[in-house]
């Protein structure tokens, strides 16, 4: 079965960090690029952040960059995504999910192949 774990959300302050874990399996973790996304409430899920496990190579929405890194660790079909001065604008359910990496840059909902479930995460001011 084809599953992508979500972990690490949380509450946590302005100005605070958290690290968000996607584990994945049941299928070829190098045949796809892995994104997260947000829904914030009342808001579309929107791409966040991808990575090609091929290559390292990386996209970012411009108003996490410089404060999110992704990376992976491809020997455990693992994705991070290392969150740092967060601000309540980053507050959404989290979700992390494969694609062809053609669509890494643009990150487009529908070309989503598989999800992972959500994770909360929650910065007060």
């Known amino acids: 079965d084809v599953q992508l774990q979500a972990s690490g959300g949380g509450l946590v302050q302005a100005g605070g960090s958290l690290r968000l874990s996607c584990a994945a399996s049941g299928f070829v973790f190098d045949d796809y690029a892995i994104g997260w996304f947000r829904q914030a409430p009342g808001k579309e899920r929107e791409g966040v952040t991808s990575i090609d496990s091929r290559d390292g190579s990386t996209y970012y929405r411009n108003s996490v960059k410089g404060r999110f890194t992704i990376s992976s660790d491809n020997a455990k079909n693992t994705v991070y995504l290392q969150m740092n001065s967060l601000t309540p604008e980053d507050t959404a359910v989290y979700y992390c999910?494969?694609?062809?990496?053609?669509?890494?840059?643009?990150?487009?909902?529908?070309?989503?192949?598989?999800w992972g479930k959500g994770t909360q995460v929650t910065v007060s001011s």
């Open positions: 999910g494969a694609l062809r990496a053609r669509y890494r840059l643009t990150l487009p909902i529908t070309r989503v192949d598989y």
